[in-house]
């Protein structure tokens, strides 16, 4: 799960560790939402939030990786991946709010679901989106993501640690599949 992908222009996609803090911390000063690394809540993380979300996604323990968009030392976006299954990943994104509408979300899904096709060897990629949240789906769309279904109150908004008081809303999920693996007809 290790990637060190050249995006070219100076920006460079690399497996975040936990020796990562300094960037996160730096990258979500700005942040009013949530960023990437679930279940933080809205807002910049201190460096007690990053070093945990960092160690939740640490690629040492495998099942969920996080990949920054690096320019220079400067993180402007990361990328998560979540293995679901022997050949299955959900793929979740975010883009610093300074740095949003250049282009680098879809610089970083294009090479990051390339990448793990081709080295992971995974078949399917796939996305769970808010219905209202347009800039993803739009995205995702761009990406090449086909829509699948929409999913009645599956995903938490993460108001609250607690799951039977958090609110629930529909899911789009979208799915990318690496057709030079499908079976041949
Ligand atoms: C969604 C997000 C990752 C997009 O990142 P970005 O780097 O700004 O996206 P890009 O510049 O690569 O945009 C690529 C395409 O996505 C669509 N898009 C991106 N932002 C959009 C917006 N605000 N409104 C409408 N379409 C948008 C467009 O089709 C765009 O292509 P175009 O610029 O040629 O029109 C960013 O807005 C973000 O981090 N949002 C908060 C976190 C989030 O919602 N993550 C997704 C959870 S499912």
Same mark, same amino acid.
């Given at each position: 799960m290790i990637a060190d992908i050249d995006l070219g222009q100076g920006l460079r996609l690399r497996t975040l560790t936990t020796h990562d803090v300094a960037l996160v911390v730096e990258a979500t000063g700005t942040e009013t939402a949530r960023a990437l690394w679930g279940p933080h809540p809205a807002g910049p993380y201190t460096?007690?939030?990053a070093r945990a979300a960092l160690n939740a996604w640490d690629p040492a323990a495998g099942g969920q990786v996080s990949y920054g968009m690096l320019e220079h030392d400067r993180l402007l976006g990361a990328l998560g991946l979540m293995v679901d299954g022997p050949r299955s990943a959900e793929l979740a994104y975010w883009v610093r709010p300074e740095s949003r509408r250049q $282009?680098?979300?879809l610089r970083g899904i294009?090479?990051?679901?390339r990448w793990t096709h081709d080295e992971?060897?995974? =078949? /399917?990629?796939w996305l769970e989106i808010n219905p209202a949240n347009t800039p993803s789906l739009r995205l995702a769309d761009?990406? $090449?993501y086909q829509y699948e279904q929409r999913l009645p109150h599956?995903?938490?908004a993460w108001t609250t640690p607690d799951? =039977? /008081?958090?609110?629930?809303h529909d899911c789009m999920i979208w799915g990318h599949t690496n057709l030079t693996t499908s079976p041949a007809i």
């Amino acid at each position: 799960m290790i990637a060190d992908i050249d995006l070219g222009q100076g920006l460079r996609l690399r497996t975040l560790t936990t020796h990562d803090v300094a960037l996160v911390v730096e990258a979500t000063g700005t942040e009013t939402a949530r960023a990437l690394w679930g279940p933080h809540p809205a807002g910049p993380y201190t460096p007690q939030d990053a070093r945990a979300a960092l160690n939740a996604w640490d690629p040492a323990a495998g099942g969920q990786v996080s990949y920054g968009m690096l320019e220079h030392d400067r993180l402007l976006g990361a990328l998560g991946l979540m293995v679901d299954g022997p050949r299955s990943a959900e793929l979740a994104y975010w883009v610093r709010p300074e740095s949003r509408r250049q $282009g680098l979300a879809l610089r970083g899904i294009n090479a990051l679901t390339r990448w793990t096709h081709d080295e992971l060897g995974l =078949d /399917r990629i796939w996305l769970e989106i808010n219905p209202a949240n347009t800039p993803s789906l739009r995205l995702a769309d761009r990406a $090449g993501y086909q829509y699948e279904q929409r999913l009645p109150h599956h995903c938490r908004a993460w108001t609250t640690p607690d799951p =039977d /008081r958090d609110t629930w809303h529909d899911c789009m999920i979208w799915g990318h599949t690496n057709l030079t693996t499908s079976p041949a007809i």
